[in-house]
């Protein structure tokens, strides 16, 4: 007779949290047959190792053992306790009694639904390592199988990264159904990082560099519903001189064996951090022996050091600054007394990128004591900052006012940007959404301005919005401001500017015609209409792409016409692995569109492409440029240049650069104009060509129509 026992472990420090806010919702599944109320007991072995094969019989390896219990606490949400952990073989730096104490002290809460991992609901008393070691227990224990008794291929997301997965059915005995899963390797997202640390760059996948040649298998046995085993092997073999099992190998093996069930409860740690399963990176870097004496010493001696020795004596500054308090670093600037010294404190002051760094720039930019151009420098270093944090936006949102300098907001909305890009959901997070708010006050009711310098201004808080990609009660603001025909015509085109970032362009297509009315008002500016369908065109839908080709049959503004075929003739002969580029190219189809404008380049608005890809290599690139005329001018009013790299699987926008001008014209004539003070007949001539066509380039149809109405009081010129 099999007895169950009942079992409940205290295991957390603190009041704990129910288990289901993990996960709240969940759909349910036949194929799984985890009780709720139970513990499931697994013994978990996980070992890495490395070596140089075919030329040396050493190599270095890690590895431990440790009994998971896993507790059903509901349907949707389960806890993961690791205990009897011991080390079976350890590096000379690993402290065996401190990762044995953090591996078993807290337990993990994760969401759980048909065989995913969907969430993970961790607290911040566990480091992160910890936090990853366990996700690799979790990542053995998840199944992605919608059916126990077929193969099927999947995206699965773990430790590993995300990967294409392939399960292979092998057969069922005795109850037990067996798999073979294997991961692309290749397909992988999110798994490895080539990480830098000086500029704000995506981290580089290195899985997609071709230098290693990655594998990962498990053999997978189910029975009732629930994982029995799970044997995982994964190696990564470095390709330049090697060859098959000889070179640089590194193996990752892991093994999860059910051995019992019982009746129990694990109590739930208080979870203030929730991810997804995936390996979250630590690129934080700090000295072992954070110390303010280090960093008196440095400051001490900087006056009478060689100029040969500064640039180390700054690297060391910086990475010892980044470990003090913020009360320690007040002190210690306050009482800088050499003024070489103290712009050499301010100099790697920005570079510290951490909390209390940011709290003592707030504090010495407030007490006014610095000259705007190092201000500028400051908040201009905010874009740089890799990893933000909350407390972060908190310092930075009190210069968020009428009078901010123009680098604040563009260097507080690039640091919000970055923070957005690493935290999903941000704009449900206080700091960030009180920074949002701030910059959504400074609109207005309808980006009203009353001279140069407040146009100035609205345009970089637009700017600002745009870094971030976000926003909260501005939709309907940023609708007036476009509509608002007494707004500059600056202004009009940096909110459109504004909605073509991030999903703001589809919140706005979606159930409001606003942009479209715009882009087919042929009494506006073509400047205006242009910027209006390039929004549109960043959120397409096959109603829009319908619009577009019916107006493009249609349209008599050669300036408008002759850049949307542009646009759209180098979409669809487009090599661009861009996402949003092969989606229009798909939308918009093969079909031939009939080319009736002048495209001339030194008259007309048009849109430039060149990109290639080489698959054999996963490398390419885009090159792309908009030059955009108005018909009330005969210079261009903007133009723009963009650089995208596909690098094995990752898009990088290298650079992206534009320019607007206005008024201008008098300018260029007072200096080369047939009274200028540098006449020459060829510049003359040259924009006498540029100045001679009309003002909406109609067609003599059109003016044969007026001639007759109106007689000889209608001239050609």
């Given at each position: 007779m099999k007895f169950l026992i009942f079992l409940s472990i205290p295991l957390c420090l603190g009041s704990p949290v129910a288990a289901e806010e993990c996960l709240q919702h969940c759909s349910a599944s036949s194929n799984w047959g985890y009780s709720v109320g139970n513990i499931y007991n697994y013994d978990y072995l996980a070992s890495t190792s490395s070596a140089m094969k075919g030329t040396s019989d050493e190599e270095s390896s890690v590895a431990f053992r440790a009994r998971a219990h896993i507790g059903v606490a509901t349907p949707c949400n389960f806890v993961l306790k690791l205990d009897d952990v011991e080390m079976v073989k350890t590096a000379e730096s690993v402290?065996?009694?401190?990762?044995?104490?953090?591996?078993?002290?807290?337990?993990l809460n994760f969401g759980f639904e048909n065989g995913r991992v969907r969430a993970v609901c961790s607290t911040t008393n566990d480091p992160l390592w910890v936090v990853n070691l366990k996700k690799g227990v979790l990542s053995a224990f998840q199944q992605s199988l919608s059916s126990l008794a077929m193969s099927e291929n999947v995206t699965e997301t773990d430790v590993v990264g995300r990967c294409d997965t392939q399960y292979t059915a092998l057969g069922t005995a005795w109850g037990k159904s067996s798999f073979k899963k294997i991961k692309d390797m290749h397909s992988c997202t999110g798994n490895q990082a080539l990480y830098q640390y000086a500029l704000n760059l995506p981290d580089i996948n290195i899985q997609h560099l071709p230098l290693l040649l990655s594998s990962h298998e498990c053999d997978v046995t189910i029975s009732d519903g629930k994982l029995e085993r799970n044997e995982c092997q994964e190696t990564h073999r470095f390709k330049p001189f090697s060859n098959e099992n000889s070179g640089a190998i590194t193996s990752v093996t892991q093994t999860l064996a059910l051995v019992d069930e019982e009746i129990g409860h694990l109590e739930p740690c208080s979870s203030d951090t929730k991810t997804d399963l995936a390996f979250v990176h630590d690129h934080k870097r700090t000295?072992?022996?954070?110390?303010?004496?280090?960093?008196?010493?440095?400051?001490?001696?900087?006056?009478?050091?060689?100029?040969?020795?500064?640039?180390?004596m700054f690297n060391k500054l910086v990475y010892y600054l980044r470990n003090l308090k913020h009360s320690q670093m007040v002190n210690i600037y306050y009482n800088i007394k050499n003024k070489r010294t103290k712009k050499f404190f301010e100099d790697a002051l920005p570079l510290l990128k951490t909390d209390a760094g940011i709290s003592l720039m707030r504090d010495v930019i407030k007490s006014g004591q610095?000259?705007?151009?190092?201000?500028?420098?400051?908040?201009?270093?905010?874009?740089?900052?890799?990893?933000?944090?909350?407390?972060?936006?908190?310092?930075?949102?009190?210069?968020?006012?009428?009078?901010?300098?123009?680098s604040?907001?563009?260097?507080?909305?690039?640091?919000?940007?970055?923070?957005?890009?690493?935290?999903?959901?941000?704009i449900e997070i206080a700091e960030m959404k009180e920074v949002l708010t701030k910059f959504e006050v400074l609109l207005g009711t309808s980006c009203e301005t009353g001279s140069q310098d407040e146009d100035d201004r609205m345009v970089l808080v637009l700017k600002g919005l745009r870094n971030m990609g976000q926003m909260i009660h501005s939709k309907a603001v940023l609708k007036r401001c476009y509509q608002?025909?007494?707004?500059?015509?600056?202004?009009?085109?940096?909110?459109?500017?504004?909605?073509?970032?991030?999903?703001?362009?589809?919140?706005?297509?979606?159930?409001?015609?606003?942009?479209?009315?715009?882009?087919?008002d042929k009494q506006e500016d073509s400047e205006l209409r242009i910027n209006a369908y390039l929004a549109l065109m960043t959120c397409p839908t096959e109603?829009?792409?319908?619009?577009?080709?019916?107006?493009?049959?249609?349209?008599?503004?050669?300036?408008?016409?002759?850049?949307?075929?542009?646009?759209?003739?180098?979409?669809?002969?487009?090599?661009?692995?861009?996402?949003?580029?092969?989606?229009?190219k798909r939308i918009i189809?093969?079909?031939?569109?009939?080319?009736?404008?002048?495209t001339d380049v030194r008259k007309f608005s048009r849109n430039f492409e060149a990109s290639q890809f080489f698959n054999d290599y996963r490398v390419g690139g885009t090159v792309e440029s908009n030059l955009i005329f108005s018909e009330r001018s005969y210079m261009p009013r903007s133009a723009m240049l963009n650089l995208t790299l596909s690098l094995f699987g990752e898009n990088v926008n290298l650079v992206e650069v534009g320019a607007r001008i206005e008024g201008f014209e008098n300018m260029l004539e007072d200096m080369f104009g047939p009274e200028g003070y540098f006449r020459e007949d060829t510049v003359n001539d040259f924009l006498k060509t540029l100045s001679s066509r009309n003002k909406r380039d109609i067609k003599d149809s059109k003016l044969n129509k007026l001639k007759e109405k109106f007689g000889s009081q209608v001239k050609d010129d």
């Open positions: 402290d065996d009694t401190a990762f044995i104490v953090a591996l078993q002290q807290n337990t000295d072992k022996t954070p110390d303010k004496s280090f960093v008196d010493d440095i400051l001490e001696n900087h006056p009478t050091v060689e100029n040969s020795h500064l640039p180390g610095l000259s705007n151009d190092i201000v500028d420098n400051w908040f201009s270093s905010l874009a740089f900052y890799k990893n933000p944090s909350r407390s972060m936006l908190t310092v930075l949102s009190t210069f968020i006012d009428q009078d901010a300098p123009y604040a907001l563009l260097g507080i909305s690039g640091l919000a940007s970055t923070f957005c890009s690493s935290n999903k959901n941000c608002t025909k007494s707004n500059s015509m600056l202004v009009r085109v940096a909110v459109i500017e504004t909605i073509r970032k991030w999903q703001l362009a589809c919140q706005f297509s979606e159930n409001d015609d606003g942009l479209v009315r715009l882009f087919k109603q829009i792409i319908d619009t577009v080709k019916k107006l493009l049959k249609e349209e008599e503004v050669n300036q408008v016409g002759s850049f949307i075929w542009t646009h759209m003739t180098n979409l669809q002969e487009s090599r661009s692995k861009i996402g949003g580029k092969l989606f229009m189809g093969s079909e031939f569109l009939q080319n009736k404008w002048n």
